[in-house]
C-alpha cells in the first residue's frame, strides 16, 4: 500500500528526511514515534503531496507520489487528519463530513455544494461511525475540541480512502478524550481496511492502538516493530538524550511516565 525507498527532504540546509525506507501493508495502523523536528510531519506530507520529496521513490496507494501529475487522483486515495481539526466552523457538521466528498464530484456541484442522496447518506454513516450522527445539523463551531476532531476523522471517512495520514490527531485534547478519538480511528481502519499512518507523541498510545510502530530521530529510522519490542533501548534511540537541549533530556522520563499511568 506504502512504499519508501531512500525518501529525502531538505528545507534550505537542514535535512529532515535522510534516506527513509519504509513498506506498509493495506489495512495497517501503524503510529510513528518521534521528537519535534525528527521528520514525522514532513514524511506524511511527502505521502500527499502537501510537501515534494527531494529524492528517493515513494509509491502510496499504487502511485506515483513523487512524479504525480494529478494530484486530485492521489488526494482521493489520501486522506488527511489534522491537529487542529481543520473544519470550517459555520457550516453545519454534516456539510463538513460532506467535504471529504468534493474530490468524487464534479466542478460544478462542488462550487454549489450539491450533493447526491448517497454522499449524504455516506456522510451520515461515518458521522455515525463516531457517534456523532445526533449533531448532523449542528454548527461546528459549537462543538468541543473532541467533537470537532471526529468530525474530522467523519470527513476523512467519507473521502473513502486506501489510506488515511493523522498528524498528532489527539495533541490537543485530553487523555480521555484523546483516548475515544483514537479508538474511532483504529475502529474504522480495522473494520474497512484502510491502512493508517498516525503521528503521535504519547508512548502509552501507540502501544495500546498501534499494529506496528515506527521511530523517527533526525531524519532516520531509528525503529520498526511492535509495541512489544519498543523497550528502553528503543525509547533511547527515538528520544536521544543530547547535551543540545534540555528539553531532549527530559522527554524519555516523562514519556515514560506517561505510559505508566504516572504522570499526564
Known amino acids: 500500500m506504502i512504499r519508501v525507498r531512500q525518501l529525502t527532504k531538505q528545507y534550505g540546509d537542514n535535512p529532515v528526511l535522510r534516506g527513509i525506507d519504509l513498506d506498509i501493508g ?3 495502523f501503524v503510529v510513528v514515534l518521534g521528537q519535534s523536528g525528527a521528520g514525522k510531519s ?5 505521502m500527499n503531496r502537501l510537501a515534494r520529496a ?3 521513490e515513494l ?3 499504487g502511485i506515483d507520489a513523487m512524479r504525480a501529475r494529478d494530484e486530485r487522483a492521489l488526494r482521493r486515495q489520501v486522506a488527511m487528519i489534522f491537529q487542529h481539526h481543520n473544519v470550517v466552523p459555520r457550516l453545519s457538521v454534516l456539510k463538513n463530513v460532506l467535504t471529504g466528498r468534493l474530490g468524487a464530484v464534479s466542478t460544478l456541484a462542488s462550487s454549489l455544494q450539491l450533493f447526491r442522496r448517497a454522499d449524504v447518506d455516506l456522510a451520515r454513516q ?4 463516531v457517534e456523532l450522527e445526533h ?3 449542528a454548527r461546528t463551531d459549537a462543538l468541543s475540541g473532541g467533537q470537532m476532531q471526529r468530525v474530522g476523522i467523519a470527513r476523512a471517512l467519507a473521502q473513502q480512502p486506501r489510506v488515511i495520514l493523522a498528524d498528532e490527531p489527539v495533541a490537543s485534547l485530553d487523555p480521555k478524550t484523546a483516548r475515544l478519538v483514537m479508538q474511532y480511528l483504529r475502529d474504522a481502519s480495522r473494520e474497512l481496511g484502510i491502512t493508517v499512518l498516525c503521528n ?3 508512548v502509552d498510545f501507540a502501544r495500546e492502538f498501534g499494529d506496528r510502530i ?3 530521530a533526525h531524519g532516520r529510522l531509528v525503529y520498526d516493530g511492535d509495541a512489544g519490542g519498543l523497550d528502553d533501548a528503543a525509547l533511547q534511540r527515538i528520544y536521544p538524550t543530547t547535551e543540545e537541549g534540555a528539553s531532549n533530556r527530559l522527554a524519555v522520563p516523562a514519556t515514560l511516565h506517561y505510559a505508566n499511568g504516572l504522570g499526564g
Not at 514532513?42 to 511527502?46: A, E
Not at 461515518?126 to 461511525?129: D, F, G, I, Q, T
Open 135 to 137: 449533531k448532523a445539523a
Open 42 to 46: 514532513t514524511l506524511l506530507r511527502c
Open 26 to 28: 493495506a489495512g495497517q
Open 214 to 216: 515506527v521511530g523517527l
Open 59 to 61: 509509491q502510496v496507494a
Open 54 to 56: 527531494d529524492g528517493g
Open 200 to 202: 503521535l507523541h504519547q
Open 126 to 129: 461515518c458521522l455515525a461511525r
